[in-house]
């Protein structure tokens, strides 16, 4: 079993910065790679950037690379998502997800647990 909490959601303007991070408890938190994914309104929910179980491998969507880094703290266990230069797109439910595996992967069936979801909304 693996439980998952995500923080540092909120409201910023076009262009600016949030730090989310997602509190990792239950299995080692260092057997399993983890990703983000997020859901706008009306939307399905995307893949958005993914780590390996020892943080040596990421893989981002193209829609955010350059702009977002995953990270991951396996002492404390925690996962981390910089996001820079953001844009009003970027506007949805941000969820963090373990997986069954220990390597990147972007497809959602991978991933058996979830957490609960941080809303980001950016401002034009």
């Known amino acids: 079993q693996v439980q998952l909490v995500e923080s540092g959601g909120g409201l910023v303007q076009a262009g600016g910065s949030l730090r989310l991070s997602c509190a990792a408890s239950?299995?080692?938190?260092?057997?399993?790679?983890v990703g983000w994914f997020r859901q706008a309104p009306g939307k399905e929910r995307e893949f958005v950037a993914t780590i390996s179980w020892s943080g040596g491998s990421t893989y981002y969507a193209d829609s955010v690379k350059g702009r977002f880094t995953i990270s991951r703290d396996n002492v404390k266990n925690t996962l981390y998502l910089q996001m820079n230069s953001l844009k009003p797109e970027d506007t949805a439910a941000y969820y963090c997800a373990a997986s069954s595996g220990y390597l990147t992967d972007s497809r959602q069936a991978t991933y058996n647990y979830w957490g609960q979801g941080t809303q980001v909304t950016v401002s034009s």
């Open positions: 239950g299995r080692t938190f260092s057997s399993y790679a």
